[in-house]
């Protein structure tokens, strides 16, 4: 006897997100290095290791967090949202993707190599390479990994283009992007490159101070506002590692927080009008010569000095 109910085609349930997976404070750190573009040679030169031992931890890193590449690695970082903006230097502004490199910085994203990507789209390998090279130039990447961090905090491409275990949708607009301008703090970016600190001194000002910029709102705003702060003054991209500490302006109401960042890469120029003087200076001098410099900032650059004697 037929069955007066209507047949229901199967579907089958999307997969679930994988867990986020427990990283170790130095796999943590080593992740976000990665995405923000630092090479494993750098990474060893700051951690003073040697680069086999940088791709050991690499590889292991990988395998910790399920991934088939470094660029996969570091998708998924972004997508479990232990790398945000505050660790990977963006472009200003929204990058522009044109509709035929969609698919390539799709595959890219998810760790594929070159070569792969050109036989999944049935593309020549220069080809590809032209593409890619192109959509890091959009993003101002500096290689494969950071572009798909980039891409992927921008919302340019879907979480499931990285990774089709997790949703079509791009990532949510206020865990991306800059909040607006917060009226109440103001962040200094304590840049170091080795034994000297990042300083500008802006038109009609005698002293030399750290680059700023008003903090926005939310999770990680300050050092969202210190990378921003980087860009915007100085034209230099930066890792914001951590907060140093947070002190009232005793003339004003608005709270003053200094976040310890490591330069990248970038030239220091004088990026706006606000900056008259961009120059990399001794930290030793520094010390010597700001005698009132903030207490918790003089201990760390005093750290600093110290490291590498």
Partial sequence: MPSSTP?????APAPAPPPRPALAPDDLRLLRLLAAGITVP???GQLDISPSSVSERVRALRATVGART???????????????????????????VRDEHRPVLHAACSGDSAAQIAARLHRSRPSVDQILTRLRYSFSADNRAHLAAAALLTGRVPCSAADDRFPPLPLPQHCTRPGPPGKDTTVFAVITHGTDVLLIRPHARTRWEFPHAAAGTGAHSRQRAAVHAALLHSGVKVFADTVIGE?????????LAFVACTYISGTPLAATPDAAQVHWAPIATVLTRLPHLYPPVRIH????????R
């Avoid at 047949?7 to 579907?11: D, R």
């Avoid at 002190?247 to 608005?254: I, L, Y």
């Avoid at 650059?301 to 590498?308: C, I, K, P, S, T």
């Fill in 7 to 11: 047949a229901v085609a199967a579907t």
């Fill in 301 to 308: 650059l005093n750290g600093l000095l110290e490291q590498h």
């Fill in 70 to 96: 470094t660029v996969h690695a570091v998708s998924l970082g972004v997508l479990h949202g232990v790398t945000t903006c505050a660790h990977v230097p963006l472009r200003p502004g929204t990058p522009v």
């Fill in 42 to 44: 750098v990474i060893a």
């Fill in 247 to 255: 002190r009232p302006d005793p003339h004003t109401d608005t709270l």
